[in-house]
């Protein structure tokens, strides 16, 4: 049973809510829901494989959500490092290596070739 204590001058707009958000967390308004209407057997069994359907589409979309950040952060830190092992392992895992950038020709170099 839930109980809601009205603190002192407190709206009754306020506890109501409060009282429904506890009655959601629990879950009354489903059982209430689930009760009122008789579901057949066969309907049950399809809701229940959606539902499981939709838990493991949801659990493998978080999942991808991690390994993405992981790999982000992975990054991040070894662009932080600059170590030569960093690099290293970065060229494994198919990212751009900071050694292939090709340093640009200063000035003086080209002026040379107009003389």
């Known amino acids: 049973m839930i109980k809601i204590q009205v603190r002192p001058n407190e709206p009754l707009e306020t506890a109501l809510r409060r009282f429904k958000r506890q009655c959601n967390y629990a879950g009354i308004f489903r059982l209430s829901k689930k009760s009122s209407v008789y579901e057949k057997p066969s309907e049950r069994r399809r809701r229940e494989s959606r539902e499981r359907v939709r838990n493991v589409q949801r659990t493998l979309r978080k999942a991808n959500q991690m390994q993405g950040q992981r790999k982000r952060m992975m990054r991040r830190s ?25 340093p640009v020709p ?7 070739t107009q003389q």
């Not at 070894?78 to 090709?102: F, H, N, P, Q, Y």
């Not at 200063?106 to 040379?112: H, L, R």
């Open 78 to 102: 070894l662009a932080a490092t600059g170590s030569d092992a960093a690099k290293e392992r970065e060229k494994k895992a198919g990212a751009a290596s900071i050694d292939a950038v090709k």
């Open 106 to 112: 200063t000035d003086t170099a080209s002026a040379e």
